[in-house]
Every structure is written in structure tokens, then in C-alpha cells.
């Protein structure tokens, strides 16, 4: 089934933009990848493995959780959905096969069983103030309030997994999860009940507002967790996982050397990723990610800043081109309503 965010659809990321912001959007996911975990120590094995308490899911629960080195820099960023008989895990694109091959290097005698189920569903998410009313109109079902909580309904015949998102695009959002041969089904259903189709432009515009960070864009291989907005995915409270020493080390004796901060920009420009960012006429840090903001009306930008210049309201300059634009220093959501995560 074609991807459904093409280019064709930021016709008027402006209006996309809005329908997320005051009613509802739907923005097509199923390019994520999706592995299946079976086996009597998939939960066991996995909460070894990741940040969060995922030996505490029970069916219809989930969590976002991240798989770290043992330095505790972020590997991959994941969502683990658990239900009755096998945990299903969503990957970034193109990430599963590599994800599987990451986590089967630890695999000794446990009873866990990975399977690259990439492409078997769809991803669809609904996301604005409308979207739980909408997706419960449309299923019949609600899930737990609860991020990547889910529950079983159906779209005209068509068995669909409803399950809560975690706002990153910076309102409520709900995704819809089917069997790809009945995804052409549900996507109509959703457009009929009124939802927009949500381009990448608009999207991004949407996620770097609410301060979402992005795998790999703005948290990667070479993060440090606590360098980026992570509550959402450790656990405090679970037992060991890999990387979990330096993770507690900097909570409770240190801290780290830089922080993923937003940019509020002067002028219309929008400044490349990697672009550097300076403080007199010292580099502190670079973009990760920039979008033009329909909510600010100017540009708007994630980067990575040395803590000491990361204090909101602090001025600095980005470089844009061949020429350079100032900047303010800001908290994190830049504009709608719910706290920072990763994507």
C-alpha cells in the first residue's frame, strides 16, 4: 500500500497545519517499521534490554522506550504495545530488520521470538483536539488515557487496533492500526468523518513546534538520553538495562554538556539541518531539525546547544545560507500543548 504522506499533499500546508491544531488531521505512519515478539520471555527479555518497565504491560497497555549502549547514547527509539500473546514493537523507518539483529546479539536461552512484521499493517494517525471523539465514533472503542494504550474495535467490518499516541505533533492523538488489505477502508472511513490528510511539511512544522525530537534527525547514535526530552521512556524503578549506570550516574552526580533546545528565529528563512549555531563568535551547537512555523509565523528550529547558552532567552545566530539570522534561545514546546518527546 503506497505511503500516504507524498509530497502532493502539502498542497496548503497551511490549512493541514490548522485542521491539527483546532480539529482533526490524519498523517499516514506506515512507513514505521513493526516487529513481532513472541515467546514466554519476550516481556522478561525486552525489559532487560530497553529503558522502560515493560515487564509491568499488561494487554492493552504500552509505552515508548529507547534501547541504549552501554554509554547510554540512544540506539533506537521505540513504542511497545503489549497484547495477550506477543508484544508488538514500532520502529522508525526502515529500522526493524536492524533493531531485531541488535536485540538478538543478547538473545542467549531466553524464550523470545522476533519477527519482522513490517508492512503487514498500516499506521494511520489521527491527531487534533477531534481526533479521540472521531476515532471513537469510528471503532466504537476508546483506550486507557495513557500513552500507547490501545484497545480493539473495528471500521466498517475492518478490524482496527486504536491506540492512544503520545502528542507529537502537540495535540491529542490517535493511532489506527489494520491489517494491510484493509487499509485502503479505513483510511476512506477517516476522511469521511472529517479528518484533513496532513503533508510532511505541515508535520514537521506540527512536531518541531511541540518539541518533539526525531529518530535520528535530533536524537541518534551519538545522544546521550538525558541530552533530549526522555521521561516518557526510563523508568526509574525497574532493574538493570543496558546503559541504565550512566543514565542514574548523570540524574544523580552530574550533568550533561548539552541540551536539545528550540530556536526562534528573525526573518522567513529556514536554516538547513547541521546548520551551526553561535554565540558571539564561538559555535555552541547546530540544528537538528527547522520547519516554518504556521502557529509563530517565523521559523522555527531544534538544535543541540552547550548548556551553558541553553537558557531560554538566551541570543544567538544560526547560519542560513550564505548569510546568518539571529535567534532566541527556548523552552520547549515551542507552540501546542503537551510536554516534549521523542518521536
Same mark, same amino acid.
Given at each position: 500500500? /503506497?505511503?500516504?504522506?507524498?509530497?502532493?499533499?502539502?498542497?496548503?500546508?497551511?490549512?493541514?497545519?490548522?485542521?491539527?491544531?483546532?480539529?482533526?488531521?490524519?498523517?499516514?505512519?506506515?512507513?514505521?517499521?513493526?516487529?513481532?515478539?513472541?515467546?514466554?520471555?519476550?516481556?522478561?527479555?525486552?525489559?532487560?534490554?530497553? *529503558?522502560?518497565?515493560?515487564?509491568?504491560?499488561? &494487554?492493552?497497555?504500552?509505552? =515508548?522506550?529507547?534501547?541504549?549502549?552501554?554509554?547510554?547514547?540512544?540506539?533506537?527509539?521505540?513504542?511497545?504495545? $503489549?497484547?495477550?500473546?506477543?508484544?508488538?514493537?514500532?520502529?522508525? &523507518?526502515?529500522?526493524?530488520?536492524?533493531?531485531?539483529? @541488535?536485540?538478538?546479539?543478547?538473545?542467549?536461552?531466553?524464550?523470545?521470538?522476533?519477527?519482522?512484521?513490517?508492512?503487514?499493517?498500516?499506521?494511520?494517525?489521527? $491527531?487534533? &483536539?477531534?481526533?479521540? @471523539?472521531?476515532?471513537?465514533?469510528?471503532?466504537?472503542?476508546? /483506550?486507557?488515557?495513557?500513552?500507547? *494504550?490501545?484497545?480493539?474495535?473495528?471500521?466498517?467490518?475492518?478490524?482496527?487496533?486504536?491506540?492512544? =499516541?503520545?502528542?507529537?505533533?502537540?495535540?491529542?492523538?490517535?493511532?489506527?492500526?489494520? !491489517?494491510?488489505?484493509?487499509?485502503?477502508?479505513?483510511?476512506?472511513?477517516?476522511?469521511?468523518?472529517?479528518?484533513?490528510?496532513? =503533508?510532511?511539511?505541515?508535520?514537521?512544522?506540527?512536531?518541531?513546534?511541540?518539541?518533539?525530537?526525531?529518530? !535520528?534527525?535530533?536524537? =541518534?547514535?551519538?545522544?546521550?538520553?538525558?541530552?533530549? !526530552?526522555?521521561?516518557?521512556?526510563? *523508568?526509574?524503578?525497574?532493574?538493570?538495562?543496558?546503559?541504565?549506570?550512566?543514565?542514574?550516574?548523570?540524574?544523580?552526580?552530574?550533568?550533561?554538556?548539552?541540551?536539545?533546545?528550540?530556536?526562534?528565529?528573525?526573518?522567513?528563512?529556514? &536554516?538547513?539541518?547541521?546548520? !551551526?549555531?553561535?554565540?558571539?563568535?564561538?559555535?555552541?551547537?547546530?540544528?537538528?531539525?527547522?520547519?516554518?512555523?504556521?502557529?509563530?509565523?517565523?521559523?522555527?528550529?531544534?538544535?543541540?546547544?552547550?548548556?551553558?547558552? @541553553?537558557?531560554?532567552?538566551?541570543?544567538?545566530?544560526?547560519?542560513?545560507?550564505?548569510? #546568518?539570522?539571529? $535567534?532566541?534561545?527556548?523552552?520547549?514546546?515551542?507552540?501546542?500543548?503537551? #510536554? /516534549?518527546?521523542?518521536?
Amino acid at each position: 500500500m /503506497p505511503l500516504r504522506v507524498p509530497a502532493l499533499s502539502d498542497a496548503d500546508p497551511a490549512l493541514e497545519h490548522t485542521a491539527v491544531r483546532g480539529a482533526v488531521g490524519i498523517v499516514d505512519r506506515s512507513d514505521h517499521g513493526l516487529l513481532e515478539v513472541t515467546g514466554r520471555d519476550r516481556a522478561k527479555f525486552l525489559h532487560a534490554m530497553l *529503558s522502560n518497565d515493560i515487564a509491568a504491560l499488561v &494487554p492493552g497497555q504500552g509505552c =515508548g522506550a529507547s534501547l541504549l549502549d552501554v554509554h547510554g547514547k540512544v540506539q533506537v527509539v521505540l513504542r511497545v504495545l $503489549a497484547l495477550d500473546d506477543r508484544l508488538l514493537v514500532v520502529t522508525p &523507518p526502515d529500522l526493524a530488520a536492524k533493531t531485531s539483529e @541488535a536485540l538478538d546479539t543478547y538473545l542467549f536461552s531466553e524464550k523470545a521470538y522476533f519477527r519482522d512484521a513490517t508492512g503487514e499493517e498500516t499506521m494511520f494517525m489521527l $491527531a487534533g &483536539p477531534e481526533a479521540p @471523539a472521531v476515532a471513537q465514533r469510528l471503532t466504537g472503542v476508546a /483506550p486507557e488515557d495513557r500513552a500507547w *494504550s490501545h484497545a480493539n474495535g473495528t471500521i466498517d467490518g475492518a478490524p482496527v487496533r486504536v491506540v492512544r =499516541g503520545s502528542g507529537e505533533t502537540g495535540a491529542a492523538e490517535i493511532w489506527l492500526m489494520s !491489517p494491510a488489505s484493509e487499509g485502503e477502508r479505513v483510511w476512506a472511513a477517516a476522511l469521511a468523518a472529517g479528518a484533513r490528510v496532513v =503533508g510532511r511539511v505541515a508535520f514537521e512544522s506540527l512536531r518541531i513546534e511541540a518539541g518533539t525530537a526525531a529518530f !535520528p534527525d535530533d536524537v =541518534g547514535p551519538t545522544v546521550l538520553l538525558p541530552e533530549v !526530552p526522555f521521561a516518557d521512556l526510563v *523508568s526509574y524503578t525497574k532493574g538493570c538495562y543496558i546503559g541504565q549506570e550512566v543514565i542514574v550516574r548523570i540524574r544523580d552526580r552530574g550533568h550533561v554538556n548539552r541540551l536539545l533546545r528550540g530556536l526562534v528565529l528573525e526573518g522567513e528563512a529556514v &536554516p538547513a539541518s547541521g546548520a !551551526p549555531v553561535s554565540a558571539g563568535e564561538a559555535e555552541i551547537g547546530k540544528v537538528t531539525s527547522a520547519a516554518w512555523s504556521y502557529s509563530l509565523k517565523r521559523p522555527v528550529a531544534l538544535a543541540t546547544i552547550r548548556r551553558q547558552h @541553553a537558557e531560554a532567552g538566551t541570543s544567538v545566530t544560526v547560519r542560513v545560507a550564505d548569510s #546568518t539570522a539571529r $535567534a532566541t534561545v527556548a523552552d520547549l514546546p515551542l507552540a501546542g500543548g503537551t #510536554t /516534549p518527546s521523542i518521536a
